[in-house]
């Protein structure tokens, strides 16, 4: 099993659609959890942490069930501005990336 | 805002070649990345560096890669004798704390394409 699996995608969603994006992984002794994203060809850029009681920043929300080993990251009211790769990404004594989800919004 | 900045942006290099990837990562932060990613694929660890020495790395970062914090500012990836799968876009980074605890800022890549 990968350590960090996400949705393959990609995602085409229409401008104003709520876009819902899971990652699960697989270490139960990861410490820490994070959504990036990362637009084509450019660098990654933390989006939001993510904890154990759930946290919101505007439109987005993020969740985290230690028990199923599994992240969410919900976007609603998604923009043309939102089209862009997310990347999950879980920690314990290393950094690991999960392959990312394309996001497309369409007009 | 404060960056990282590595240059360069793109780098050419024939097979067997060696190269110098260089980053400045931000002033006040006290640990660096690298990362890679290969075109269409995830982004990979590569290696963290600490006080002066590295604190951990991944299987990938084998004998040929290495890295160095020369001065106060610059913290390079050396790749010694380049293969074609080197190719792939190199990410530095850096954060304040230890990452993952703390938030990595990344710069915006060498892309390496090994001919």
């Known amino acids: 099993r990968k350590e960090v699996e996400q949705d393959p995608g990609p995602f085409n969603v229409p401008e104003g659609a709520t876009v819902a994006f899971n990652c699960t992984y697989s270490?139960?002794?990861?410490?820490?959890f994070f959504w990036y994203r990362q637009d084509c060809r450019k660098e990654p850029k933390l989006l939001m942490s993510v904890y154990s009681s759930g946290n919101e920043d505007g439109r987005f929300t993020a969740q985290l069930n230690r028990a199923s080993q599994y992240i969410s990251l919900l976007i609603r009211d998604s923009k043309l501005s939102d089209s862009a790769t997310y990347l999950c990404v879980v920690t314990y004594d290393k950094v690991i990336f999960g392959p990312g989800t394309s996001l497309s919004v369409i007009p | 805002e404060p960056e990282v900045t590595q240059t360069p942006s793109h780098q050419v290099t024939q097979m067997g070649q060696e190269v110098i990837l260089r980053c400045v990562p931000i002033?006040?932060?006290?640990?660096f990345y690298w990362y890679r990613q290969i075109l269409g694929q995830k982004v990979e660890f590569l290696v963290s560096f600490y006080n002066n020495e590295i604190s951990e790395k991944s299987e990938i970062f084998d004998d040929q890669f290495s890295v160095e914090r020369p001065d106060g500012s610059n913290f390079t990836l050396k790749i010694r004798s380049t293969k074609l799968e080197d190719s792939a876009m190199y990410f530095c980074?850096?954060?304040?704390?230890?990452?993952?605890?703390?938030?990595?800022?990344f710069g915006q890549g060498t892309r390496l394409t090994v001919v």
């Open positions: 002033s006040n932060h006290l640990y």
């Open positions: 270490n139960s002794a990861s410490q820490s």
């Open positions: 980074a850096s954060s304040e704390g230890r990452n993952p605890n703390t938030e990595a800022f």
